[in-house]
């Protein structure tokens, strides 16, 4: 989900279980998303990508779901593991120029044993 | 492939020094751009660069200033560092959007930590 300031939201999820990220993004002509990772004291790590043209996208362990009428775009982690903690990141290339990249706030997620 | 490399990973700064962070990067990407990040917040885009010799404004550029004058280098210069500088800064590349069959996501450095006292 989004937030403001300095309080990110945080999914606490229990080992094993599946994750579900939302991300709600804001400009209508933006035709690609991509969701990243980033561990404590370090950049972001690119997870999966989709285009505006698609609705789904799965990878290993992850899919992505793209919402177009609601402007809405998911990230699902299938069986969580301890190392998949740190903050989720969606980012919309804004659709009026390749190369400019606008995240979200990001997202905590804190899997527990 | 070393990827993107960012120099220095740290740096202190007194105010109103001017200082130069540096980015490379070895896989042949046409896109490159910059970005800061503020405590619990995602990355605003300061400069990006679609090629070698272009560059334009992204969402806080002021107070830093880009150069592409090659392919592989995309230096951000600040010109007289203010504490409201302080921050983790960025450096992004890609491939053009048009390249068919390449991995479109943004590859990032680690980051270079800057702190203006």
């Known amino acids: 989900g989004e937030s403001v300031g300095l309080h990110l939201p945080t999914l606490s999820v229990q080992e094993g279980d599946n994750s579900i990220i939302n991300c709600a993004y804001s400009?209508?002509?933006?035709?690609?998303f991509i969701w990243y990772k980033q561990e404590s004291g370090k950049g972001p790590q690119f997870i999966i990508d989709?285009?505006?043209?698609?609705d789904k996208r799965q990878g290993q362990r992850v899919t992505v779901l793209l919402n177009k009428t609601v402007k809405h775009l998911s990230l699902q982690i299938a069986a969580t593991q301890p190392g998949d903690s740190a903050v989720y990141f969606c980012?919309?290339?804004?659709?009026?120029?390749?190369?400019?990249?606008?995240f979200g706030a990001g997202t905590q997620v804190v899997v527990t044993p | 492939n070393a990827g993107v490399t960012q120099t220095p990973k740290f740096q202190v700064l007194k105010t109103g020094q001017s200082m130069t962070l540096q980015c490379a990067q070895d896989?042949?990407?046409?896109?490159m751009s910059w970005y800061r990040q503020d405590p619990g917040m995602g990355l605003r885009l300061i400069h990006y660069?679609?090629?070698?010799?272009?560059?334009d404004q992204g969402e806080v550029p002021n107070g830093y200033n880009v150069s592409r004058s090659t392919t592989e280098d995309f230096p951000l210069r600040l010109l007289s560092a203010a504490p409201s500088q302080t921050s983790v800064y960025f450096c992004?590349?890609?491939?053009?959007?048009?390249?068919?069959?390449?991995?479109?996501?943004?590859?990032f450095g680690s980051g270079t930590r800057l702190t203006v006292v």
């Open positions: 992004a590349s890609s491939y053009s959007k048009g390249d068919r069959g390449r991995n479109y996501g943004y590859t």
């Open positions: 400009n209508s002509a933006s035709d690609y």
């Open positions: 989709i285009r505006s043209n698609m």
């Open positions: 980012a919309e290339n804004m659709g009026d120029s390749w190369g400019k990249l606008q």
């Open positions: 896989m042949n990407h046409e896109y």
């Open positions: 660069s679609v090629g070698a010799g272009i560059t």
